[in-house]
């Protein structure tokens, strides 16, 4: 049996919405878009949904659009995919990692620890799909001494008036926390459509605006659909009506729109994500926890707990009492029996580039033990009763050979 990490989903649902896109005679942004924010709005909550052709991108533009540069900075999990600190590098500004939690998602002792007058944003990463403990972090934002410290060096820093939050949600569309959807978490929740994430659009993404009452949100969505558009005042859709063809360009924007093409796909997707892809992320999950549950060499991820319910992005298990070299030889043994496992995530510290701006792991333990223990297990709506089961004999196994015998 040979079982791929995360093939994408699709059926003739996508297929269908493609074609219909194709043949409308529009293929970039426009109403498909438009309707897959909507449906956006309706998962979520949240007041807009802005669509951008990746995570990254999405995050560029909200720290642009917040007036972050050189000189600021920005708390970010060590534990996370290098996006996350990418843009801030992309933004001029500093990217200040903290440790993570025993269950992946980031310390918010450590992101008070580390808050400086130049903070400008916390992006809080929720790792697997199990979001961060944002009644804490909200908290530590509105904290009276810490809004006091803050140094508004923009307009939209002034009227916020505090350090933004910005959940780096690429894992957890429909995911919860004390029953509040991802999306309405914090100020601003990005959700990645790249092809391996829950809900996709091949490459993609969506910002969930969920700004505080002084803010027109409104008219926040139109100055981010400008930042998307090379600070143009009209969309080629616009343009295109008869008589529409007068422009102005306002500022230097950046070109990040999400065109209909890739929005069929996740249209199509996001219909049937709460009453069938997500239910079926869950019986994977269930089914490997039913497993592992009855090995003491295994530690199980939380798929929830009092506060959280998890959306099953990933099946992050870890192996008790493993050196990082033991875990790697296990993989290598899984993938000879034909399963494709991952590792989430190197921490940052770990490679080149961060190495080479003195980020150092040893800073980092806990980030450090969850990597070196950890093995991504297959999990998607695609996979039978018998694949699962093939998957964990083939961890199973991999354990026997490499830590017992
Ligand atoms: C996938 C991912 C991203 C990047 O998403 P893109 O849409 O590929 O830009 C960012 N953060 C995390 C945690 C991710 O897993």
Redesign the pocket.
Known sequence: MTIPFSPPYVDQDIIDEVVDTLQSGWITTGPKVKALEKEVVKLTGCPEALCVN??????ILILKWFGVGPGDEVIVPAY??S??ALSVLHCGATPVMVDVNVDFTIDPDKIKAAITERTKVIMP?D?AGLMCDYGTINDIVNEVAIKKIFKPTSEKQQQLGRILVLS?A??SVGASYKGIQSGVATDITIF???A??NITTA???VICINLPSDFDTAEEYKLMRIWTLNGQTKDAFSKSQSGGWKYDILFAGLKVNMPDLCAAVGLAQIKKYDNNLLLERERVAKQYELFFRQKAWAQLPILEDQNRKSCYHLYPLRINQISEIQRDQMIDFISSLGVAVNV??IPMPMLTLFKSLDYQISNYPVAFDNYSREISLPIYPQLTTEEIEYVCEAIAQAYQKIMVS
């Open positions: 990746s995570w990254t991108s999405g995050a996370t995919y996006a996350t990463v790792i780096d690429a894992h990645s459509f790249h391996v994430k490459e993609g993404g989430h995530f």
